[in-house]
């Protein structure tokens, strides 16, 4: 089973998963279902994956990572920065259609795993908005050291107040503020933050 048809057997039980898990709702599909869709004995399954909540953890793996080549695709476009900055952001969000995965997310019960997704895209996103800021310093938009420690805190910050939706529109306001001011922006540059997080 290991080797390259092992890793093939994973990646579809991860697919088959994702499918479900967004048809029916995590909670709702269950371990057995996913096995018979992927006709394989219970002791594949087991052997790849030692619960469902570890095949949860390679669903959340797989989305981050189609979320980032979207994200490298919208840095690579010929766009204006502060787009581009938007536009990575929101390449990093979860799609419509993997709500019910991100509703699992947010469920007291998976706070470690909630916050372990939070890192992980933080980590995917910082070298890009680092590489964005980078060619708005080159365009006189920002003016900034320690890029990459910047892009980190406001990600962090922007994750902490708006991951639920106790936020007010003053704290939308500052957040827009101290993101200009740490990044040197003319005020008013990053006005469309506003859209992002209200959309």
């Given at each position: 089973m290991k080797g390259e048809k092992g890793e093939k057997r994973k990646q579809e039980l991860v697919s088959?998963?994702?499918?479900?898990?967004?048809?029916?709702?995590y909670k709702e599909t269950s371990i057995d279902e996913i096995i018979a869709e992927a006709h394989?004995?219970?002791?594949?399954?087991?052997?790849?994956?030692p619960s469902k909540d570890?095949?949860?953890?390679?669903?959340?793996?797989?989305?981050?990572?189609?979320e980032v080549q979207k994200a490298k695709e919208v840095l690579?476009?010929?766009?204006?920065?502060?787009?581009?900055?938007?536009?990575?952001?929101?390449a990093l969000r979860p799609g419509q259609e993997?709500?019910?995965i991100s509703d699992t997310l947010n469920r007291k019960e998976n706070i470690i795993m909630h916050e372990k997704v939070s890192e992980c895209i933080v980590e995917a996103a910082v070298p890009l908005l680092t590489e964005a800021v980078s060619e708005g310093i080159a365009q006189g938009i920002f003016s900034c050291d320690h890029i990459k420690e910047r892009v980190r805190m406001i990600l962090i910050l922007s994750q902490n107040v708006f991951?639920?939706?106790?936020?007010?529109e003053g704290d939308i306001e500052v957040?827009?503020?101290?993101?200009e001011k740490t990044l040197?922006?003319?005020?008013?540059?990053?006005?469309?933050?506003?859209?992002?997080?209200?959309g």
């Open positions: 088959i998963a994702y499918r479900m898990f967004i048809q029916k709702g394989i004995a219970k002791g594949t399954y087991y052997y790849h994956f570890a095949l949860l953890e390679e669903v959340i793996g797989m989305m981050i990572n189609e690579s476009a010929p766009i204006p920065v502060p787009q581009k900055m938007v536009g990575i952001i929101a993997e709500s019910s991951d639920s939706d106790s936020f007010t957040f827009i503020d101290m993101t040197g922006a003319e005020p008013g540059t990053l006005g469309f933050i506003r859209q992002l997080i209200q």
